[in-house]
């Protein structure tokens, strides 16, 4: 059978013909010019790093397990973009005695004048791709500073194409609108904060038609091309002569005084609240955020589907109280991490995929290896025929730069190799961390912002719609109940009564968990935990 791989990393080689449509159609023509059956592996990625690549990993496995015993591909450079993953998945196809095609045109690995015209291609290719890359930053930085360098996208401004070819960037009048609004408001004195919320309320829209945030109108104010500047690569104001200005230049003067004056803080203060942005309304996606209610001493805590005080969206409920979500999604988490056959089951799934990337990247070093003895060999060949006269140095020196160039690769390479190899050790720390024994403890002695990113690890989607809340596990377990209507009689105590509901949830859905037996205490835990972490004006 022959295996079809197919490779594409920019779009620009699709429309040079490389496109993954076209490599399969004429792949397949190829087999069937064999009479033969093929396998189609389509990859979407960049060359330039032989661990990463999934499809070409399982097209190796294929070709171990015999099913596949010719490759094809359309261009040398579809292989691989480095020179040294190209050699090594080249030894590959030779020891597995695979029949190499490119483009129909069989690579013979016993003709050393094949194997020599397809490494100097591969070299050509790789030394193609440095050049651009050297010359396109040489064009950027000529353009950053004689202000014609334009970003790929900026609030306020739309990309067109003129029939000559060239791009010029054109003013969208309501998004302009919306930057001179942003000005006006802020030279007037008003905080980020209260912008935020007037442009919001006043129907102003961001890209794709959402809300307006902090952040956005901070880096709007700071940004130059709104009064017609940009900044060379020495951080000096220069006339861009791409955008044409929004705001006068003396408005910019102004507002950039203040800017100056009003440094940003940290607007983006991370809320010390267990469940803050990991329920999510099924109608529009956003998240529900801590707020509270009521006056001073009886205020009541909540999670609220509001974006920048406007309203997201119609869906009911607008707003589920703290005590609620916390003790829901805690006492989920907590039985699941007790939950050891599940558990199990995740961290032998993620053990395993660490286990498959560190193996290749071994792989890679073993190959890498046998390519540096043979090169060190031939050097030492070399320089024992110089001291011997055989040959003289000037008949070599060629020869030697290009053993030293590759032996200096094939070192970098190692250092990268390496560098996985660690990578993969630090993921296992971390799953272990995820996983380990030790998390109830963790869970019961952490803040808030501990407990949080640690639900976040179990807790892989939490959603609610018409008021029936949806959780689902990491472990692949999945939860649902519908959210109880507050009441409003005075002697009502709302957190008796949201105790007693999960509890009776939980009560029902404990057969889902192995550890049912330790059910009470963990609830009587979650509780104990709650507790004292709320606000004592909370009800």
């Not at 929004?246 to 800017?259: D, G, N, P």
């Not at 050891?340 to 799934?349: A, F, I």
């Not at 060190?376 to 053993?403: C, H, P, T, W």
């Amino acid at each position: 059978m022959v295996g079809i791989y197919c490779r594409v990393s920019t779009k620009g080689q699709e429309k040079d013909g490389y496109s993954l449509e076209t490599q399969e159609e004429k792949g397949r023509d190829f087999a069937r010019s064999l009479g033969e059956e093929c396998e189609v592996y389509r990859e979407a990625l960049s060359g330039k790093r032989l661990e990463n690549r999934d499809v070409w990993w399982h097209l190796a496995d294929d070709i171990k397990a015999g099913t596949i015993d010719k490759v094809w591909i359309i261009d040398s450079d579809r292989l691989a973009r480095k020179q040294l993953d190209s050699l090594i998945m080249l030894e590959f196809l030779e020891e597995q005695g695979i029949e190499f095609y490119v483009d129909g045109r069989k690579i013979d690995f016993d003709n050393p004048d094949d194997v020599m015209v397809f490494q100097i291609t591969q070299a050509v290719a790789e030394r193609t791709g440095a050049d651009i890359i050297r010359k396109s930053m040489r064009g950027i930085r000529r353009s950053i500073d004689n202000g014609t360098w334009a970003v790929n996208r900026l609030y306020g401004y739309e990309r067109k194409f003129e029939s000559s070819g060239s791009i010029k960037w054109v003013v969208v009048a309501e998004q302009a609108e919306a930057i001179r609004r942003m000005f006006e408001l802020y030279l007037k004195g008003m905080s980020l904060n209260q912008i935020t919320k007037s442009l919001n309320k006043e129907g102003y829209r961001s890209w794709g038609g959402g809300y307006f945030e902090v952040s956005r109108i901070n880096r709007t104010l700071k940004q130059p091309r709104y009064a017609g500047y940009t900044y060379n690569q020495k951080g000096e104001l220069i006339e861009s002569k791409v955008y044409e200005p929004i705001i006068s230049k003396e408005t910019w003067r102004k507002a950039s005084e203040l800017v100056k004056m009003n440094p940003a803080r940290s607007f983006r203060k991370k809320a010390d609240h267990i469940s803050t942005g990991i329920l999510r309304c099924g109608k529009c996606g956003e998240a529900f955020h801590f707020h509270t209610r009521g006056h001073t001493g009886q205020k009541m805590g909540y999670y609220e589907h509001h974006q920048n005080g406007v309203k997201a969206c119609d869906q009911l409920p607008v707003s589920i109280r703290d005590y609620f979500l916390d003790l829901l999604l805690s006492t989920l988490y907590l039985m699941t991490i007790q939950d050891q056959e599940s558990v199990k089951k995740l961290y032998e799934e993620e053990q395993r995929k660490i286990e498959q990337a560190k193996g290749r990247v071994e792989h890679h070093i073993v190959r890498l290896e046998k390519r540096e003895d043979k090169l060190k060999a031939e050097k030492k060949r070399l320089i024992q025929s110089i001291r011997k006269g055989i040959i003289g140095d000037n008949d070599v020196a060629d020869d030697m730069r290009e053993i030293n160039s590759e032996l200096r690769t094939l070192a970098k390479n190692r250092e990268e190799y390496m560098k996985s190899i660690r990578e993969s050790q630090e993921r296992y720390e971390i799953l272990i961390a995820k996983f380990g024994a030790d998390n109830l403890v963790k869970f019961a002695d952490g803040t808030n912002l501990l407990k949080r990113e640690m639900l976040r690890v179990l807790v892989e989607k939490a959603a609610i719609t018409e008021r029936q809340i949806t959780v689902k596990m990491a472990t692949g377990q999945s939860f649902s109940l519908s959210y109880p209507r507050a009441r409003r009689s005075k002697d009502h105590n709302s957190r008796e009564d949201d105790r007693e509901y999960i509890y009776q949830y939980i009560e029902k859905i404990q057969d889902e968990f192995s550890s049912t037996k330790e059910f009470r205490e963990t609830f009587d835990k979650t509780l104990e935990l709650l507790e004292p972490k709320n606000p004592s004006g909370h009800q």
